[in-house]
């Protein structure tokens, strides 16, 4: 198995990531491609977690099922651990990357037992021996906080944070590298949401996991991240190291999602958001910047062509406004370039 990984080139690397779909054509409606993925390219260093935010509708979770193989791209190629995924077969990619899905009561069968249902990984490679696939499972319940008696209950007799344990520990029993978590806390009371936040951290740096973390929540980002990338109709529109995208953020877009977390300080209210009232709709994607219709600093040039890709020290910004620091080499060479 540690022959798949390559540990000196990046753990996750995406070159021009593109998926449509065909919706429509039923008896009174044409078909409609929708381009939920556009051109997405990042590379992620081992270890990292690149935390991935934008509104719904953004891409994010299709992005996830990218990365993972669970979808086809239309165009582009995912690259884990320095090996294509077009070129493995099921078993190699489960090897090298899982996901952990974000609602803990429907991504667990009902109907098996915990024990049944981490070891499902292993039983589907198809040469672990029982005894080894025991003793597995027994690891991974103790090392994601579990009792390994819990083994024999079912879900439904589970909370919902000891849920996500047991899917977490579904995820890492074939110890991967990799491991794409979509809104993995989002379901869960805020209490239990920090306790998994904390596990997810704790995994990282023993097993040396690398993270792809998607959220709508930007302070659960900002406590796990180490690099953020914004989505917006399918493109990554900026991308930073956390604290630098959070102190200083160079799209308007990133301004604007910032501006709408919620603050505990006394007189502050509910923030003015502004974005206007609509969500970005990926089977309308306007001219030009797919931001300016709802941009607060649009000019118009904004609404004639697609904006420039902009990389100033790593930090990433596709926007007309931002400043012209980088040469055209340099970025052709750092497209979304997310690791050091």
Request: charge should be neutral; glycine fraction near 8%.
């Amino acid at each position: 198995m540690t022959a798949l990984i390559d540990e000196a080139g990046p753990a996750v690397s995406v070159r021009g990531l593109r998926r449509d779909f065909v919706r429509g054509g039923g008896l009174l409606s044409t078909h409609a491609t929708v381009r939920a993925v556009d051109g997405v390219s990042f590379d992620v260093s081992h270890g990292e977690v690149l935390g991935i935010v934008g509104e719904s509708g953004s891409g994010k979770s299709t992005l996830a099922r990218l990365i993972t193989g669970l979808l086809r791209p239309t165009a582009g190629d995912v690259r884990i651990a320095g090996r294509s995924l077009a070129e493995a077969d099921r078993r190699q990619r489960a090897r090298l990357i899982q996901q952990v899905f974000q609602d803990p009561y429907s991504s667990l069968n009902p109907t098996q037992r915990v024990r049944d249902i981490v070891a499902l990984p292993l039983v589907a490679q198809g040469d672990v021996p029982r005894e080894e696939r025991a003793r597995r499972v027994s690891e991974m319940l103790a090392l994601v906080g579990l009792d390994p008696a819990v083994g024999e209950r079912y879900p439904g007799q589970m909370s919902g944070g000891q849920r996500q344990r047991v899917a977490i520990a579904r995820a890492l029993v074939l110890k991967p590298r990799i491991v794409v978590c979509d809104e993995p806390t989002s379901a869960l009371d805020v209490s239990v949401q920090a306790q998994i936040l904390n596990l997810l951290q704790a995994l990282r740096r023993e097993l040396n996991l690398t993270l792809v973390f998607i959220s709508h929540n930007l302070a659960v980002v900002e406590h796990i991240a180490t690099h953020v990338a914004v989505m917006y109709l399918g493109r990554i529109v900026e991308a930073a190291p956390t604290a630098e995208l959070f102190g200083s953020p160079r799209h308007p877009y990133t301004a604007a999602l910032l501006q709408s977390v919620l603050t505990p300080e006394p007189g502050k209210g509910i923030p003015r958001i502004p974005l206007g009232e609509g969500f970005p709709d990926p089977a309308a994607i306007p001219p030009g910047c797919r931001f300016h219709p709802r941009c607060p600093s649009a000019l118009p040039a904004c609404a004639d062509a697609s904006p420039p890709l902009r990389v100033d020290a790593g930090h990433l910004v596709e926007c007309i406004l931002a400043p012209e620091t980088a040469s055209r080499e340099a970025t052709s060479q750092v497209h979304a370039g997310l690791g050091p």
